[in-house]
C-alpha cells in the first residue's frame, strides 16, 4: 500500500498486491471503499466508478463481470486464484482465493440455497451473484458454476427477485459496462409468443428502466386502454405496443417496474412464476449473461458451463 489517502489509488495498489502475491491466499480482505451513511444506489456507483476504473487500469480487465443483490461481484480468475471485487450497502472490498475451492465453495452456496417458502425471507440476498457477464475477458473463467433454476415461489416473491435484480443493474453494470443496455424478453405459457421486454437502458436519460410488451391482436378500445393504464402503462405507440419507462433517479422505479411486468403476465392468464420464461438475455448483444437470481425460470440456464 501507498501513503496515498485516494481511494482509487490505494484500491489499485491492493488489487495488484493480492493478484501477484504468490502462494498464501488466505490474506484477509481489504476494503478498499466505505459509503457515506445513508448513501443511495446512485450515489454508491459514482462513489465506486473512480475506484473499479483504477483497479482495472491497474491490472487490467476483468475475466467476469457481475453482481450480487447487495453489490458487486466482479472476479480476475487464473487457473490457481480469484481476485473478488464484492460489497454491500456499506462498504466494497477485494479478496482473494484458491481458485478450485472458492468454486466448490460458490457452487455449494447455489446448491444449498432455498429461496424460500411463503411467510419466509426471500434469501435472494444469499447468492454469490445474481447476475454474471462472461465477455471472454482476460484469465480463465470457472467452469464449475451452478447451472440450476430457482423459481420463486410465489407471485410477491416474484416482483422481489425482479425489483432486486433491476436494482443491481442501476447500481453496478454502468460500471462495469458503460454505455451499454442489459435486458431480456419474458413471456408466459399461456399467452405464447407474446413477448415482454425487460430492460435497463443508462443512456436513455430519464427512462432508463422500462418494459414494453405487443398487444397484438387486441382491439384498442377506451375500455382496454383504460385497463393497461390502470395496471401502470404509460405509452401505446403506433405498432400497438404498450410500453413503461422510469427514471433510475427514482428509488421506487425497480419495484415498479418489477410489479408492473408481473402483474401483466397474471392478466394474461399465468398461474404462477414457473409458467414464465426469459429468455434471449443479454448485454448489450456482448458476452453471455446469466441471471442467476431472477428468480424466474431462464433459458438458457447457464449455457456451455457445466
Same mark, same amino acid.
Given at each position: !500500500?501507498?501513503?496515498?489517502?485516494?481511494?482509487?489509488?490505494?484500491?489499485?495498489? $491492493?488489487?495488484?498486491?493480492?493478484?501477484?502475491?504468490?502462494?498464501?491466499?488466505?490474506?484477509? /480482505?481489504?476494503?478498499?471503499? +466505505?459509503?457515506?451513511?445513508? $448513501?443511495?444506489?446512485?450515489?454508491?456507483?459514482?462513489?465506486?466508478?473512480?475506484?473499479?476504473?483504477?483497479?482495472?487500469?491497474?491490472?487490467?480487465?476483468?475475466?467476469?463481470?457481475?453482481?450480487?443483490?447487495?453489490?458487486?461481484?466482479? #472476479? &480476475?480468475?487464473?487457473?490457481?486464484?480469484?481476485?473478488?471485487?464484492?460489497?454491500?450497502?456499506? @462498504?466494497?472490498?477485494?479478496?482473494? @482465493?484458491?481458485?478450485?475451492?472458492?468454486?466448490?465453495?460458490?457452487?455449494?452456496?447455489?446448491?444449498?440455497?432455498?429461496?424460500?417458502?411463503?411467510?419466509?425471507?426471500?434469501?435472494?440476498?444469499?447468492?454469490?451473484?445474481? &447476475?454474471?457477464?462472461?465477455?471472454?475477458? /482476460?484469465?480463465?473463467?470457472?467452469?464449475?458454476?451452478?447451472?440450476?433454476? !430457482?423459481?420463486?415461489?410465489?407471485?410477491?416473491?416474484?416482483?422481489?427477485?425482479?425489483?432486486? !435484480?433491476?436494482?443491481?443493474?442501476?447500481?453496478?453494470?454502468?460500471?462495469?459496462?458503460?454505455?451499454?443496455?442489459?435486458?431480456?424478453?419474458?413471456?408466459?405459457?399461456?399467452?405464447? #409468443?407474446?413477448?415482454?421486454?425487460?430492460?435497463? %437502458?443508462?443512456?436513455?436519460?430519464?427512462?432508463?428502466?422500462?418494459?414494453?410488451? @405487443?398487444?397484438?391482436?387486441?382491439?384498442?378500445?377506451?375500455?382496454?386502454?383504460?385497463?393497461?393504464?390502470? #395496471?401502470? &402503462?404509460?405509452?401505446?405507440?403506433?405498432?400497438?405496443?404498450?410500453?413503461?419507462?422510469?427514471?433510475? +433517479?427514482?428509488?421506487?422505479?425497480?419495484?415498479?417496474?418489477?410489479?408492473?411486468?408481473?402483474?401483466?403476465?397474471?392478466?394474461?392468464?399465468?398461474?404462477?412464476?414457473?409458467?414464465?420464461?426469459?429468455?434471449?438475455?443479454?448485454?448489450?448483444?456482448?458476452?453471455?449473461?446469466?441471471?442467476?437470481?431472477?428468480?424466474?425460470?431462464?433459458?438458457? %440456464?447457464?449455457?456451455?458451463?457445466?
Amino acid at each position: !500500500m501507498t501513503g496515498s489517502t485516494d481511494p482509487a489509488a490505494q484500491a489499485a495498489t $491492493a488489487a495488484e498486491a493480492l493478484f501477484t502475491s504468490t502462494g498464501d491466499t488466505g490474506l484477509e /480482505p481489504v476494503t478498499v471503499l +466505505t459509503y457515506p451513511a445513508g $448513501a443511495d444506489r446512485l450515489a454508491r456507483r459514482e462513489a465506486l466508478r473512480p475506484v473499479y476504473e483504477a483497479v482495472v487500469a491497474r491490472i487490467g480487465k476483468p475475466t467476469l463481470l457481475g453482481g450480487s443483490a447487495g453489490g458487486p461481484s466482479v #472476479r &480476475w480468475c487464473t487457473a490457481e486464484r480469484v481476485l473478488l471485487l464484492s460489497g454491500d450497502p456499506a @462498504h466494497v472490498e477485494l479478496s482473494v @482465493h484458491e481458485a478450485r475451492t472458492f468454486e466448490d465453495e460458490e457452487w455449494n452456496t447455489f446448491d444449498g440455497t432455498d429461496l424460500g417458502r411463503k411467510g419466509q425471507p426471500h434469501r435472494f440476498g444469499e447468492l454469490p451473484y445474481t &447476475w454474471q457477464l462472461d465477455r471472454k475477458g /482476460p484469465g480463465k473463467a470457472t467452469s464449475w458454476t451452478y447451472n440450476g433454476v !430457482m423459481v420463486a415461489h410465489g407471485w410477491d416473491h416474484a416482483v422481489t427477485g425482479l425489483e432486486l !435484480m433491476l436494482a443491481a443493474w442501476v447500481e453496478q453494470y454502468p460500471v462495469q459496462a458503460p454505455g451499454d443496455w442489459i435486458g431480456f424478453n419474458l413471456w408466459t405459457a399461456r399467452d405464447w #409468443r407474446r413477448d415482454m421486454i425487460v430492460s435497463y %437502458s443508462p443512456g436513455d436519460q430519464g427512462r432508463e428502466l422500462a418494459v414494453g410488451i @405487443h398487444d397484438r391482436g387486441a382491439e384498442q378500445t377506451e375500455e382496454r386502454q383504460a385497463r393497461m393504464r390502470e #395496471r401502470g &402503462w404509460q405509452i401505446l405507440d403506433e405498432h400497438q405496443w404498450w410500453r413503461t419507462a422510469l427514471p433510475e +433517479t427514482d428509488p421506487d422505479a425497480p419495484r415498479r417496474i418489477a410489479e408492473l411486468t408481473i402483474a401483466e403476465c397474471r392478466a394474461r392468464g399465468a398461474t404462477g412464476p414457473n409458467e414464465l420464461r426469459a429468455h434471449d438475455i443479454s448485454a448489450g448483444d456482448d458476452g453471455e449473461l446469466w441471471l442467476t437470481g431472477l428468480g424466474l425460470p431462464t433459458h438458457p %440456464s447457464r449455457g456451455e458451463h457445466f
